[in-house]
């Protein structure tokens, strides 16, 4: 061990490529499913419902996998359970054949309410990612903590911010037009 350090350097280097992603890469790769969740978003609009789009992406072998994607049905539906979240970890769930989605990540456009934040605690989600934040009634940061709250069984980490402005955008030009 060590009298011949070629071997082993060329297939750290090739472990890294695919085990370390750098910063960037990582940022990007939240960007991009984040768009995925805005396009959900610009869905729920279109039948009346406060634009908020969620999506689940699953690790796999050869990458994260997208298993869900939902928007804000509250109206449609008449179902004050029927936020994007909750909607998105339902689905999740069927795909992935059970209730804990340790290894999935949730991207949704607005910061998670009291309910969906339990939700995500309870789906033992492995990730949860929001762009805007929302100071009259999220719980991840703005009002409660819920998913960092130490008395709760699971704490997964958030990643506040990405897209934020595009999806608060949407948001305030959909309260706009109501008006
Ligand atoms: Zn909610």
């Known amino acids: 061990m060590g009298s011949n350090p070629t071997p082993s350097a060329g297939s750290s280097i090739a472990m890294n490529a695919s085990t370390t992603p750098d910063p960037a890469a990582a940022a990007a790769a939240d960007e991009q499913w984040m768009r995925a969740a805005l396009g959900e978003a ?19 072998p050869q990458g994260p996998v997208l298993v869900a994607a939902r928007h804000n049905e509250r109206e449609l539906t008449g179902d ?48 949860v990612v929001y762009a805007a934040t929302d100071p009259k009634a999220g719980a991840v940061a703005s009002l409660y903590e819920v998913c960092s709250d130490v008395r709760l069984n699971h704490r997964p980490p958030v990643t506040g911010g990405v897209l934020a402005d595009e999806c608060g955008a949407l948001l305030r030009q959909f309260f706009v037009a109501r008006r």
């Not at 209730?99 to 990730?127: F, H, K, Q, S």
Request: hydrophobic share 50%; with cysteine; charged share 20%.
């Open 42 to 60: 610009q869905a729920a609009a279109s039948h009346g419902d406060v634009p908020i789009g969620a999506v689940v992406v699953r690790d796999g």
């Open 80 to 127: 004050p359970t029927a936020h994007a979240e909750v909607l998105a970890l339902r689905d999740a769930a069927a795909v992935v054949g059970h209730w804990r989605l340790d290894d999935c990540t949730l991207y949704v456009t607005l910061e998670p309410c009291v309910m969906c934040a339990g939700a995500l605690v309870n789906a033992r989600i492995g990730r």
